[in-house]
């Protein structure tokens, strides 16, 4: 039972971020060159997005509910919740300083080592893969980014 909870809980702060997100959409200045919508039509789809995930979890949520297997479940599920909070408190604390160190680490620094951290508590034992799977990926998007989009990324203290 407590799991529906925070996952109703979930989906309600999906579909009041979205909201406040499409409101400050919504007070973007428009554009005098260009396409008139300009940059606010990415921005809506994505709030827009997340409406529809939030509404979505909430009909599962109700689906859930309705199960026979739901009463069962929940009894075993009441011991392995206080572990998943301590986890998820845990990546938002991670999280949290990754954005906070990420202007002046830079992002070629602290993109894989908050990469690593979370791979290597979610895929223990892989340590060769984790850090490769996290410099990929940090070099993908940094290329992506700054090569092909022309978006500077923060670079910290690296000379690049």
Known sequence: MRALRAETALAACVILGAALYLWADSMLPPTRIGDPLGPKVFPA????????????????????????????AATQQASADWRRQLILCAMVAWTAIYYLCFDWAGYLIATPV?????????????????????????AVVYALFTLLLGVPLPTGPLPV
């Open 45 to 72: 789809l994505v709030g827009g997005g997340l409406i529809l995930s939030g509404i979505l979890l909430l009909f599962e949520i109700r689906k859930k509910r309705r199960s026979p297997e739901f009463a069962a």
């Open 114 to 138: 908050f990469l690593f951290g979370l791979l290597s508590h979610f895929h223990r034992g892989h340590h060769v893969a984790n850090a490769v799977v996290a410099g990929g990926f940090t």
